[in-house]
């Protein structure tokens, strides 16, 4: 149990454009969920936190309009990337709080980004 | 602020080995406090954590963890590595729900 996907596993994309990342707990409701960014051979920067129904929390530094964070239902989480650039490129990761559980979150496996 | 620190970038040793991965911690309260392991194109998986009690914690896949509050430390072993145990290992410390993570250590296993 507790398994959280991530859609798609990885993208190439253009310069200028936007892409989309999906976050799910496929078998468990998680009313939080956090997105992270990771730089090759790097921790893991927590950029926001979600929450089912209200607007996210965005870590200090990280830009609000350029990282959209939709959390539309207690198992979907979705990170945009717009107007991407390739410094934007990195493997993003999420993870996904059931309710009312504390710490305990479950990771999903990652996306890795490249824009050209 | 929270942060954790990973001396070690990179560990390498002999399956059968034991290992330690260290970990250092800033923090003004009691810290919590977590191990994770990441595998190539799997999501991080939970070691052990530490929120209080026993100094001494026990984990998933015979790794154990010591907390140790004069040293701000919280070390990982393992007295028998195997050939699956080669990963990136996390430390991560939390406040308000929210985690933050050392730098990683990679652990390479050797026949």
């Known amino acids: 149990g507790a398994v959280v996907s991530q859609h798609p596993s990885w993208v190439i994309c253009k310069s200028g454009t936007s892409v989309k990342i999906e976050c799910r707990s496929l078998?468990?409701?998680?009313?939080?969920m956090f997105w992270y960014r990771q730089f090759p051979k790097q921790s893991l920067m927590l950029m926001a936190t979600?929450?089912?129904?209200?607007?996210?929390?965005?870590e200090q530094g990280v830009e609000k309009d350029k990282f959209l964070i939709n959390h539309a239902s207690l198992t979907l989480s979705t990170l945009t990337v717009t107007s991407a650039h390739p410094e934007d490129s990195s493997f993003y990761i999420c993870?996904?709080?059931?309710?009312?559980?504390?710490?305990?979150?479950?990771f999903g496996p990652g996306t890795r980004l490249t824009v050209t | 602020a929270q942060s954790v620190t990973q001396p070690d970038i990179h560990i390498t040793v002999s399956e059968g080995a034991s290992l330690e991965l260290r970990c250092n911690y800033s923090?003004?309260?009691?810290?919590?406090l977590f191990w994770y392991v990441q595998s190539p194109g799997q999501g991080l998986q939970l070691l052990l954590k530490?929120?209080?009690?026993?100094?001494l914690v026990q984990g998933i896949k015979g790794f154990e963890a010591e907390f140790k509050r004069s040293q701000s430390s919280f070390n990982l072993r393992k007295p028998s590595v195997h050939w699956s145990d080669a990963a990136e290992y996390f430390c991560?410390?939390?406040?308000?729900?929210?985690?933050?993570f050392g730098a990683g250590t990679t652990v390479t296993v050797r026949a």
């Open positions: 993870s996904a709080r059931p309710s009312g559980r504390g710490y305990e979150q479950y």
């Open positions: 078998d468990f409701q998680a009313t939080t």
């Open positions: 979600s929450n089912e129904g209200s607007k996210a929390t965005y």
């Open positions: 923090y003004g309260a009691t810290p919590y």
């Open positions: 530490y929120f209080s009690g026993d100094t």
């Open positions: 991560a410390v939390g406040k308000d729900y929210k985690l933050s």
